[in-house]
């Protein structure tokens, strides 16, 4: 599968600590995007990374991609209650203008 | 929702019985796809369309087909609703470029 694989699958945390996932894929990519999905609603953009950027940053997330291992990883600073969501990356190789998402991970804030 | 709207927002309907989901843009942009999603798969891709008439076929394309007659709808139909159809379908579009994708609020499909 081209899919991007996430880890974890699930993730619970107390609200202010920090929250890490990874996504680890096979393909060559264009870039490499991450969206937010909360329970019942239609997935949301967070951030992209091209694929001769090694790290970006937005707000209280930070992306980090590195090409050469095949990976990324989504970092959320000091969460939140309402950062409870599904995380997904997305692969976009360019050719095609198609997405491969991988499977989420599930993260869980505690108040 | 990026200007997306997607109807019904939920159907229950019989094994056997045609069903037409309907995604309508605002945004003019180029593309539109078609996702189900499921425990355990993540978002797989139905079909999509680059323009007006202009569709493809995505990873899981059996048994649904889609038109687009103008820019702003993109119809996916079941024929013949099977019950391994039932899922939440989102619609999707984007520009050209970066593949940043906008998605619509889903619809939740039941098939008894």
């Known amino acids: 599968s081209q899919q991007g694989e996430e880890d974890p699958q699930a993730l619970s945390i107390q609200e202010g600590e920090n929250a890490t996932m990874n996504c680890s894929y096979k393909?060559?990519?264009?870039?490499l995007q991450w969206y937010r999905q909360n329970s019942g609603r239609g997935l949301v953009h967070l951030i992209l990374?091209?694929?001769?950027?090694r790290e970006k940053h937005s707000g209280r997330l930070r992306v980090t991609l590195d090409t050469s291992k095949k990976s990324s990883s989504l970092l959320i600073t000091a969460s939140r209650a309402a950062d409870t969501a599904s995380y997904f990356c997305?692969?976009?190789?360019?050719?095609?203008?198609?997405?491969?998402f991988g499977t989420g991970t599930l993260l869980a804030v505690q108040p | 929702d990026a200007g997306i709207t997607q109807s019904p927002r939920h159907k229950v309907t019989e094994t056997g019985t045609p069903v037409t989901l309907r995604c309508h843009q605002t945004?003019?942009?180029?593309?539109m796809y078609w996702y189900r999603q499921d425990p355990g798969h993540g978002l797989r891709l139905i079909h999509y369309s680059y323009g007006v008439k202009d569709t493809d076929k995505g990873e899981v394309s059996d048994g649904y087909s889609v038109s687009r007659s103008k820019t702003e709808d993109f119809l996916l139909t079941l024929e013949s609703a099977t019950s391994s159809q039932t899922s939440v379908y989102f619609c999707a579009i984007s520009e050209l470029g970066t593949g940043e994708q906008y998605f619509g609020p889903g619809t939740r499909l039941t098939v008894t």
């Open positions: 997305a692969l976009y190789g360019g050719a095609t203008n198609k997405l491969i």
């Open positions: 393909t060559s990519i264009n870039n």
């Open positions: 990374i091209r694929s001769n950027e």
């Open positions: 945004e003019n942009h180029r593309y």
